[in-house]
């Protein structure tokens, strides 16, 4: 068997299983043969022996059944870099790379940047800022300690270790509790933002096999919003900016948010995708003097004087 026949082959055995059946064949296929992926529409003769068939049958039963691309191949490419992924980690989806570029955009002009990256997942956002900044330094923190080790392992492949530090903890609380308070220039967020009602709707690729931790997020999707918008602030200096993504269909709900919390934001835009929609929210807090309020360490709101 040849490549063109292996991946007409494929693309048969995905139609009406995938929703991109001649895409997902491809990319197995070059992966099974250890080539780029453009390799098997450049060269649709080159052989394919019988153990390597095999191999890409058994990858194409795998896709038949849901599994994600990403997750099989164990890696994913994201703002043009390689980032390891497996069920311990949300994939980073096209979309995300907007957070990133609102982010390098903010701060070109800031020398030395200290940024956060909460809910880093495979630290695809985070990583991809230190990149893009060499002068940068990022803070990736996530509740699971999993997905903060897979986080470890790009930063190293990466060779971004000496300026990324890592914590395991709940949105702000590790930040604090590691002496950032007032002291970060940026801190960007993916959280979980599918209303929990919906998450059962979702494609069988997504709902049964990447992590609900990083999908629901409860009843309206706005839970872990609401939290970040109140808790963020007390680890940002003065002029401070959120990056945060969000549902196409949440920017006014997260305007609401920020208003109801002006006390420390100074003002909010949301940004959308090249699809038109709405994708991501950029607030900044007040360039001068500090939050009424700020977030201790248990995350409990209380009447404390600002520090850092």
Same mark, same amino acid.
């Given at each position: 068997?040849?490549?063109?026949?292996?991946?007409?082959?494929?693309?048969? /055995?995905?139609? =009406?299983?995938?929703? #991109?059946? @001649?895409?997902?064949?491809?990319?197995? &296929? $070059?992966?099974?043969? $250890?080539?780029?992926?453009?390799?098997?529409?450049?060269?649709?003769?080159?052989?394919?022996?019988?153990? &390597?068939?095999?191999?890409? *049958?058994?990858?194409?039963?795998?896709?038949?059944?849901?599994?994600?691309?990403?997750?099989?191949?164990?890696?994913?490419?994201?703002?043009?870099?390689?980032?390891?992924?497996?069920?311990?980690?949300?994939?980073?989806?096209?979309?995300?790379?907007?957070?990133?570029?609102? @982010?390098?955009?903010?701060? #070109? +002009?800031?020398?030395?940047? !200290?940024?956060?990256? !909460?809910?880093?997942?495979?630290?695809? !956002?985070?990583?991809?800022?230190?990149?893009?900044?060499? &002068?940068? %330094?990022?803070?990736?923190?996530?509740?699971?300690?999993?997905?903060?080790?897979?986080? %470890?392992?790009?930063?190293?492949? /990466?060779?971004?270790?000496?300026?990324? $530090?890592?914590?395991?903890?709940? /949105?702000?609380?590790?930040?604090? @509790?590691?002496? /950032?308070?007032?002291? &970060?220039?940026?801190?960007?967020?993916?959280?979980?933002?599918?209303?929990?009602?919906?998450?059962?709707?979702?494609?069988? #690729?997504? %709902?049964?096999?990447?992590? %609900?931790?990083?999908?629901?997020?409860?009843? *309206?999707?706005?839970?872990?919003?609401?939290?970040?918008?109140?808790?963020?602030? @007390?680890?940002? +200096?003065?002029? =401070?900016?959120?990056?945060?993504?969000?549902?196409?269909?949440?920017?006014?709900?997260?305007?609401?948010?920020?208003?109801?919390?002006?006390?420390?934001?100074?003002? #909010?835009?949301?940004?959308?995708?090249?699809?038109?929609?709405?994708?991501?929210?950029?607030?900044?807090?007040?360039?001068?003097?500090?939050?009424?309020?700020?977030?201790?360490? $248990?995350?409990?709101?209380?009447?404390?004087?600002?520090?850092?």
């Amino acid at each position: 068997m040849n490549v063109g026949e292996a991946l007409s082959f494929g693309r048969r /055995l995905l139609a =009406g299983k995938s929703d #991109t059946p @001649a895409r997902d064949a491809g990319l197995l &296929l $070059s992966f099974v043969l $250890s080539e780029p992926s453009e390799f098997v529409y450049l060269h649709p003769e080159a052989p394919v022996s019988e153990g &390597l068939f095999a191999q890409y *049958s058994g990858l194409l039963d795998r896709r038949a059944s849901g599994e994600p691309v990403a997750y099989i191949r164990g890696f994913h490419e994201f703002m043009g870099h390689t980032f390891l992924v497996d069920p311990r980690v949300l994939i980073p989806r096209p979309e995300t790379e907007h957070v990133v570029e609102a @982010a390098a955009q903010l701060l #070109t +002009k800031t020398s030395s940047p !200290i940024v956060a990256d !909460i809910c880093c997942g495979s630290g695809a !956002i985070g990583l991809s800022i230190a990149k893009a900044l060499p &002068l940068s %330094r990022v803070v990736l923190s996530d509740v699971s300690r999993e997905a903060v080790d897979l986080a %470890r392992e790009n930063a190293k492949r /990466l060779g971004l270790s000496h300026r990324v $530090s890592f914590l395991v903890g709940d /949105l702000v609380a590790p930040l604090l @509790a590691a002496g /950032l308070r007032g002291r &970060l220039d940026l801190v960007t967020a993916n959280p979980p933002y599918i209303p929990t009602e919906e998450i059962d709707t979702l494609s069988p #690729t997504v %709902r049964d096999f990447e992590p %609900r931790l990083a999908l629901d997020g409860g009843e *309206s999707g706005l839970e872990m919003i609401r939290r970040i918008s109140k808790e963020v602030p @007390a680890v940002l +200096k003065p002029g =401070g900016y959120l990056v945060m993504e969000i549902g196409a269909d949440q920017g006014e709900a997260c305007r609401d948010i920020m208003m109801e919390d002006r006390e420390y934001w100074a003002g #909010t835009e949301v940004r959308r995708d090249y699809a038109g929609r709405q994708r991501v929210v950029v607030a900044r807090t007040h360039g001068t003097g500090c939050p009424k309020r700020v977030v201790g360490r $248990s995350g409990v709101h209380g009447d404390e004087d600002c520090q850092g």
